[in-house]
């Protein structure tokens, strides 16, 4: 198995904060998101950036990675785990491959654990209600959106000749319309089998939302940053902005400021309540460098201009 070096796929540094980590995650997402991008790896190159992005934005799976990182960085293909180490995310019993869309490196290291909602799992053929199993399932905003279905692979632990062995098992899950991050979904009769096949154990699905490269989630609705130049949100403007499905024309009213929210409506996640819509938040850019040119004409704006932002100080 070769090892993952999260800092290197997101180009951050291992010193680099949340936001650092938050800003360089939406600038590869956005590169590689498969709609978007037209590259012949998109997919796989969105997956992994999303894969580091999991780690790296999660405080204890980042200090559990760096451990790791520390340990076997230098192993190469040949990485394995030390010794007894144990992620704090889970027990060590019957380890399910939680993450479909991640690689087996995550998943050998932070891949959730089977949990028993019945009694231990050290049971014998005596024990008749099957063992229910727990994991997590990425989901894109565009399937939360379309309601697409998801093939997953877990395993199940399966009691066999008094040994307990791993078999692997595959669903097409349909993925519900407007599903919330951290939502649990009940497979009933997909967990692991009863005795004489009777009273299987259920399958339990926990959604987690990946981050999109544009969009955060509040609620049903959906939140989107849209630069302007000073000019254009001091005299208004007509701009094509993306949403989940589409692309849609928006009016920028004159004297627009920054942190201003405008509203798209019916553009957001939909669930059985009804549906959200996109906020649009303003944020002004200024241009990373200025001409001669430019210079003299900010300089004539500001003696023209008599606004002070700053008149209520005193």
């Known amino acids: 198995m070769k090892f993952k070096d999260y800092y290197k796929i997101l180009d951050v540094d291992e010193t680099a904060d949340l936001k650092e980590v938050k800003k360089a995650y939406r600038k590869l997402a956005l590169k590689f998101h498969p709609d978007t991008s037209t590259a012949s790896d998109a ?12 780690v ?57 654990r089977a ?44 009691y066999v000749n008094n040994q307990v062995k791993q078999v692997k ?3 097409n899950v349909k993925v519900p319309l407007g599903v919330t991050d951290g939502e649990r979904i009940r497979l009933k009769g997909q967990g692991a089998p009863g005795s004489e096949n009777k009273l299987n154990g259920d399958l339990y699905l926990i959604i987690r939302l990946v981050p999109h490269p ?32 589409s692309k849609v024309k928006l009016n920028i009213p004159a004297n627009s400021r920054a942190g201003q ?14 549906q959200g819509d996109l906020l649009v938040v303003i944020k002004i850019d200024i ?10 004409l900010w300089a004539e704006l500001a003696e023209t201009e008599k606004f002070n932002p700053r008149s209520d100080w005193s």
């Not at 997919?43 to 999991?54: C, H, I, L, T």
């Not at 997590?136 to 939360?144: C, D, H, N, S, T």
């Not at 241009?287 to 003299?296: F, G, L, N, W, Y």
């Open 115 to 158: 949990r028993s909602s019945e009694r231990s799992p050290d049971y014998g053929p005596d024990l008749f209600k099957g063992q229910d199993l727990e994991m997590e399932l990425p989901v894109f905003l565009e399937e939360a959106v379309a309601g697409k279905s998801k093939s997953i692979d877990y395993h199940v632990p399966v």
């Open 43 to 54: 997919e796989a190159k969105f997956k992994e950036v999303a894969e580091a992005y999991e």
């Open 214 to 245: 544009l969009f955060d989630v509040e609620g049903i609705n959906l939140i989107l940053t849209l630069p302007l130049t000073p000019w254009e949100a001091a005299l208004g403007t007509k701009l094509e902005i993306p949403t989940l499905n």
């Open 56 to 112: 790296l934005k999660d405080a204890t799976k980042r200090a559990e990675y760096d451990d790791l990182r520390r340990y076997g960085a230098s192993s190469g293909d040949g990485f394995n785990a030390p010794p007894g180490w144990q992620s704090s995310t889970g027990s060590n019993q019957y380890r399910q491959q939680g993450h479909g869309d991640f690689s087996d490196f995550f998943n050998s290291v932070f891949g959730d």
């Open 169 to 171: 098992k595959s669903l």
């Open 287 to 296: 241009p990373p460098s200025t001409t001669s040119e430019t210079k003299r």
């Open 261 to 274: 929210k405008l509203r798209v409506k019916g553009k957001g996640l939909k669930n059985k309540t009804g």
